[in-house]
């Protein structure tokens, strides 16, 4: 008898270690059921093997992995028939005999034209205490019954089937999320590439000068920026803010661009643009979304700026004698009332002076103590770093806010345009 | 973020405190609908403990004032905190919300 023990505890290890095996090379979820359940009939002298997943909204488990071609889903409540009651007492349940069983319930024998003698059926517990299913086996080979050997045989056995399962489950959350992320970065890219990227954009316009950067957060925001001719006196220019992050604001940021380009190059003053652009955004727009955008034209013969501002930040005027905000014109965020007046201003860019946009991601990005970078220090840097041409002055920005955020994650996209006005002499000087 | 709520008679006062941001909005944008979805039409706003606010919060307030616009209610604001204020002021809030200094204004000016 002692030999009997050993022997079959032998056979029993080298079981679990074949199956334990086997379940390590499956990650795909779909695979690993099938291999489950043809393992465990195998090991355990069973005809066959089934097992349940537990779908936790529903509070119901499922099955699909039946063998001989069944491949219809089966849905049991929890603490319905055995395998329902083995789920909710999380307790294994061991039948010699179905038929003399109340919680045995013969419709899928009905169904299937089998014929359940003996039953063994274990909770799979998860990590956390978490029901991850139940697995079952039926009727023991030569009509004998499932007895406490093969109990805890499928107890060993279930542990490791737990593990396998929840591997396959992270490994499935992970690949997915990777391929979410896949897709944002592309999303982002193609978003990216919407805005002018070559510096200078005009090499022959002497005129002026112009710089633009977006250094993009982690997440896919909603900045953006653009500047064009609408004919050969009057550059067109922008920057703004989509409302929300991630895909959605991603999307809404790309429409904007397109109608912006397209309302812009129609013409008229910044006002006319953003009301038309406005009421185009507004049109099905049920989520409310909405982007603050500040757009300008510069007559480069005049230096002439008629800009609007839609509820975006004020631009700097960086002049001789200093820095100072432009005077609030314009209208509303864009996107929420389609009726909206938008009002434009005016002023003059004398030779030498510059225009900065920015979005609120300069001012509000972060150090780890959670200090605003802040208008203050904005308005301080561009007061001391004025004269700089559009490249640098971008660039050394952007460095100053890295600097000041330390190692502190960059929540929102940091987007900048300076404009650089030479006046017509510039180009007197070239000729 | 924080949401607190208080009566006066058919008034629904809800007071915000900490971030109302990306992660908060939706939170948020669910409680609020669900108080109009209760029945209320009259809205007070109070932002005194709001430490920031994003655009994803701005939306909801626009998506509310759809809401209530539909059922004949509104919403106004009052006790706004600084950095709220410094928000507002530049999307200009105060053009489609009405703001106030104290509750007992914006309550008798709902």
Same mark, same amino acid.
């Given at each position: 008898?002692?030999?009997?023990?050993?022997?079959?505890?032998?056979?029993?290890?080298?079981?679990?270690?074949?199956?334990?095996?086997?379940?390590?090379?499956?990650?795909?979820?779909?695979?690993?059921?099938?291999?489950?359940?043809?393992?465990?009939?195998?090991?355990?002298?069973?005809?066959?093997?089934?097992?349940?997943?537990?779908?936790?909204? &529903?509070?119901?488990?499922?099955?699909?992995?039946?063998?001989?071609?069944?491949?219809?889903?089966?849905?049991?409540?929890?603490?319905?028939?055995?395998?329902?009651?083995?789920?909710?007492?999380?307790?294994? =349940?061991?039948?010699?005999?179905?038929?003399?069983?109340?919680?045995?319930?013969?419709?899928? !024998?009905?169904?299937?034209?089998?014929?359940?003698?003996?039953?063994?059926?274990?909770?799979?517990?998860?990590?956390?205490?978490?029901?991850?299913?139940?697995?079952?086996?039926?009727?023991?080979?030569?009509?004998?019954?499932?007895?406490?050997?093969?109990? +805890? #045989?499928?107890?060993?056995?279930?542990?490791?089937?737990?593990?396998? #399962?929840?591997?396959?489950?992270?490994?499935?959350?992970?690949?997915?999320?990777?391929?979410?992320?896949?897709? #944002?970065?592309?999303?982002?890219?193609?978003?990216?590439?919407? #805005?002018?990227?070559?510096?200078?954009?005009?090499?022959?316009?002497?005129?002026? !000068?112009?710089?633009?950067?977006?250094?993009?957060?982690?997440?896919?925001?909603?900045?953006?920026?653009?500047?064009?001719?609408?004919?050969?006196?009057?550059?067109?220019?922008?920057?703004?803010?989509?409302?929300?992050?991630?895909?959605?604001?991603?999307?809404?940021?790309?429409?904007?661009?397109?109608?912006?380009?397209?309302?812009?190059?129609?013409?008229?003053?910044?006002?006319?643009?953003?009301?038309?652009?406005?009421?185009?955004? &507004?049109?099905?727009?049920?989520?409310?979304?909405?982007?603050?955008?500040?757009?300008? =034209?510069?007559?480069?013969?005049?230096?002439?700026?008629?800009?609007?501002?839609?509820?975006?930040?004020?631009?700097?005027?960086?002049?001789?004698?200093?820095?100072?905000?432009?005077?609030?014109?314009?209208?509303?965020?864009?996107?929420?009332?389609?009726?909206?007046?938008?009002?434009?201003?005016?002023?003059?860019?004398?030779?030498?002076?510059?225009?900065?946009?920015?979005?609120?991601?300069?001012?509000?990005?972060?150090?780890?103590?959670?200090?605003?970078?802040?208008?203050?220090?904005?308005?301080?840097?561009?007061?001391?770093?004025?004269?700089?041409?559009?490249?640098?002055?971008?660039?050394?920005?952007? +460095?100053?806010?890295?600097?000041?955020?330390?190692?502190?994650?960059?929540?929102?996209? =940091?987007?900048?345009?300076?404009?650089?006005?030479?006046?017509?002499?510039?180009?007197?000087?070239?000729? | 973020?924080?949401?607190?709520? /208080?009566?006066?008679?058919?008034? @629904?006062?809800?007071?915000?405190?900490?971030?109302? /941001?990306?992660?908060?909005?939706?939170?948020?944008?669910?409680?609020?609908?669900?108080?109009?979805?209760?029945?209320?039409?009259?809205?007070? @706003?109070?932002?005194?403990?709001?430490?920031?606010?994003?655009?994803?919060?701005?939306?909801?307030?626009?998506? @509310?004032?759809? %809401?209530? %616009?539909?059922?004949?209610?509104?919403?106004?604001?009052?006790?706004?905190?600084?950095?709220?204020?410094?928000?507002?002021?530049?999307?200009?809030?105060?053009?489609?919300?009405?703001?106030?200094?104290?509750?007992?204004?914006?309550?008798?000016?709902?």
């Amino acid at each position: 008898m002692a030999f009997n023990d050993s022997e079959r505890q032998a056979r029993n290890l080298s079981a679990l270690l074949r199956v334990s095996k086997a379940l390590a090379s499956e990650i795909r979820l779909d695979d690993l059921l099938q291999v489950i359940v043809e393992k465990a009939a195998e090991v355990l002298d069973a005809d066959r093997a089934t097992l349940f997943l537990y779908d936790e909204p &529903c509070n119901e488990l499922w099955s699909k992995t039946t063998q001989r071609l069944e491949i219809k889903e089966i849905r049991v409540p929890l603490g319905v028939g055995i395998v329902g009651t083995v789920a909710k007492t999380r307790t294994p =349940i061991n039948i010699p005999d179905a038929y003399a069983d109340a919680r045995f319930n013969p419709n899928f !024998d009905k169904d299937t034209g089998y014929r359940t003698r003996s039953i063994l059926c274990m909770p799979l517990i998860g990590n956390g205490d978490r029901l991850i299913g139940v697995i079952q086996v039926l009727n023991k080979k030569d009509q004998e019954v499932f007895n406490e050997a093969d109990e +805890s #045989l499928l107890a060993g056995l279930s542990a490791h089937i737990t593990v396998a #399962l929840e591997r396959a489950r992270l490994i499935e959350a992970y690949v997915e999320k990777e391929r979410m992320e896949e897709a #944002l970065k592309l999303a982002h890219d193609i978003q990216m590439s919407m #805005l002018p990227k070559i510096f200078p954009p005009f090499p022959e316009r002497h005129e002026f !000068d112009i710089f633009a950067a977006i250094v993009p957060a982690k997440e896919v925001g909603g900045d953006l920026y653009d500047f064009f001719f609408i004919d050969d006196d009057h550059l067109c220019f922008a920057v703004g803010d989509v409302s929300g992050k991630g895909v959605p604001a991603s999307l809404f940021m790309a429409v904007t661009k397109t109608l912006f380009r397209s309302t812009g190059s129609n013409g008229g003053t910044p006002g006319e643009i953003l009301a038309r652009l406005n009421a185009e955004i &507004c049109r099905d727009n049920d989520s409310c979304m909405f982007v603050t955008l500040f757009c300008g =034209i510069l007559n480069i013969r005049t230096g002439q700026v008629d800009y609007c501002n839609g509820g975006h930040n004020l631009p700097y005027y960086l002049h001789h004698d200093g820095v100072s905000l432009l005077q609030s014109i314009g209208g509303r965020a864009l996107g929420l009332v389609e009726q909206s007046p938008y009002a434009s201003g005016r002023m003059v860019l004398g030779p030498g002076e510059t225009l900065l946009l920015y979005t609120d991601g300069v001012t509000e990005a972060m150090d780890s103590s959670e200090t605003l970078y802040s208008d203050q220090r904005l308005e301080r840097f561009l007061t001391s770093n004025r004269g700089s041409p559009p490249r640098q002055i971008i660039g050394d920005l952007v +460095s100053d806010v890295r600097q000041f955020a330390g190692g502190a994650r960059q929540s929102d996209d =940091i987007t900048v345009l300076a404009l650089l006005y030479f006046g017509t002499t510039k180009r007197g000087e070239k000729n | 973020m924080e949401i607190n709520e /208080d009566k006066r008679g058919d008034v @629904v006062i809800l007071s915000l405190s900490g971030r109302l /941001d990306a992660t908060t909005a939706k939170t948020f944008q669910e409680r609020i609908l669900s108080v109009i979805d209760s029945g209320a039409q009259r809205l007070v @706003v109070d932002f005194s403990q709001l430490e920031y606010i994003s655009s994803s919060g701005l939306q909801v307030f626009y998506q @509310v004032s759809v %809401k209530l %616009k539909e059922k004949g209610g509104r919403i106004v604001f009052c006790r706004l905190s600084d950095p709220v204020k410094r928000v507002f002021d530049i999307v200009d809030m105060a053009v489609d919300f009405p703001i106030f200094i104290t509750r007992e204004e914006a309550i008798e000016n709902l």
